[in-house]
């Protein structure tokens, strides 16, 4: 099915004025964020580095959050329409332990994700621009000036967002970034194969840990094969990625069959990740806000980003939004505050299930006694979905619970 059409102007073809909002960067979150502000009126300017359609490295996976997010958007007709649904999720412990559980979930490829809630953003009023942005500075009045790579023009707006992923030189510009490692690095690859798998696969591989591998079936006889590990975590002897991967295709017998039948393969393509919601300053200076991975908004242990940074933009957009009503920019400062109640509880929890899952003895423990375990296997699905804290799973607590429930 051929990519959504994103309406993308030039900078030279925008009027000399001043916006609302600048978004910079058109990811889930830049562009979710510039589709709220849009629908609630205000007059946002768009800006990515990047021609759209176009390629992001990522598993393609949508879970609960993500779809919650787009539906709130009314985007899912669309999305169902590009995308594949998947009822069913498998994960594999060190040893091979297997856990099903059932869910509705979604794949479809970032470019077209991205284009799509992009799209809606300027159907909504936004307006979307090709532009790299080689410095941001802070006016006197906190109002933000956008200086261009590739133009002369100089771009104004009242209100700065950087939604610029793990690319980090704006926020160190301006003092806003504390730890500028990345957390996780991750790799993937597109599969065309007959062999027939029609639920989303992660792997806790031994060749792996501490990290995961993941097959997804994209529709059409499509898979996105990929792994990741942690950065933090990471033992000092852990192979490379691409000969991780090797392995993982040899040795795990689900990739072994996919790709035994395969009919093409595309190349490897890595990127990096910022999970943990730590590390950065949401609020600069001034009228400046950042959201999405930017400020780590990616979750440990499952490297699901694309439904948090939704939500970071679906939150940041509130208190843009809240600011201009009232006149009093002094609000934009309660975004730090507002992120730390409504988000950061849940990323303590992952923490600890990571650790959790980063060993590989206790990793297969767990995997043993959910399958014995009614309570353990219904609360694992609720992690999912995000109706049950995952120390409900992760804890010596809820193990010996699953011995009495």
């Avoid at 395969?262 to 890595?270: D, H, I, M």
Wanted: glycine letters at 8%; a positive charge; aromatic letters at 8%.
């Amino acid at each position: 099915m051929p990519d959504p059409v994103v309406h993308q102007r030039t900078i030279d073809s925008l009027p000399e004025e001043i916006f609302d909002v600048l978004v910079v960067g058109a990811g889930p979150s830049g562009s979710t964020t510039a589709l709220h502000l849009a629908t609630k009126g205000h007059r946002v300017l768009l800006l990515d580095r990047e021609q759209f359609p176009r390629e992001k490295i990522c598993g393609d996976g949508l879970l609960t959050d993500s779809i919650n997010c787009l539906q709130r958007a009314g985007l899912m007709d669309s999305v169902r329409r590009l995308g594949h649904e998947v009822n069913a999720l498998s994960m594999f412990s060190p040893s091979l332990v297997e856990l099903r559980l059932k869910g509705d979930f979604m794949t479809l490829r970032r470019r077209a994700l991205d284009a799509l809630i992009t799209q809606k953003a300027v159907t909504t009023g936004a307006v979307f621009c090709h532009g790299n942005v080689a410095d941001l500075t802070v006016e006197a009045d906190g109002s933000v000036t956008a200086y261009l790579s590739s133009s002369h023009r100089t771009l104004r707006a009242r209100v700065g967002i950087i939604a610029t992923g793990v690319r980090l030189n704006l926020l160190k510009k301006h003092n806003m970034i504390q730890q500028p490692k990345s957390s996780a690095v991750a790799m993937r690859c597109y599969v065309r194969s007959t062999y027939e798998l029609n639920r989303m696969v992660v792997a806790f591989d031994r060749s792996i840990i501490p990290g995961y591998a993941w097959i997804f079936p994209m529709g059409n006889q499509e898979y996105n094969l990929g792994c990741g590990y942690s950065c933090r975590l990471k033992k000092k002897r852990t192979p490379g990625l691409k000969d991780v991967f090797r392995v993982f295709t040899e040795q795990f017998p689900l990739a072994r069959d996919l790709m035994s039948k395969a009919k093409a393969v595309s190349p490897l393509r890595g990127a990096t990740l910022r999970w943990g919601l730590k590390g950065t300053s949401p609020h600069g200076p001034g009228n400046l806000l950042a959201t999405g991975e930017t400020i780590a908004t990616t979750f440990q242990m499952t490297g699901e980003g694309i439904g948090k940074a939704m939500e970071s933009g679906e939150l940041v957009a509130e208190v843009v939004h809240d600011a201009f009503e009232s006149g009093d920019f002094s609000l934009l400062a309660q975004y730090p505050a507002r992120l730390k109640a409504d988000l950061e509880p849940r990323y303590l929890s992952y923490k600890i299930a990571e650790k959790w899952l980063s060993k590989p003895w206790l990793n297969d423990f767990v995997a043993r006694r959910v399958n014995k375990s009614k309570f353990l296997k219904n609360s694992l699905a609720g992690i999912l979905t995000e109706t049950i804290d995952p120390r409900t799973v992760y804890s010596v607590r809820g193990i010996l619970k699953s011995f009495f429930s």
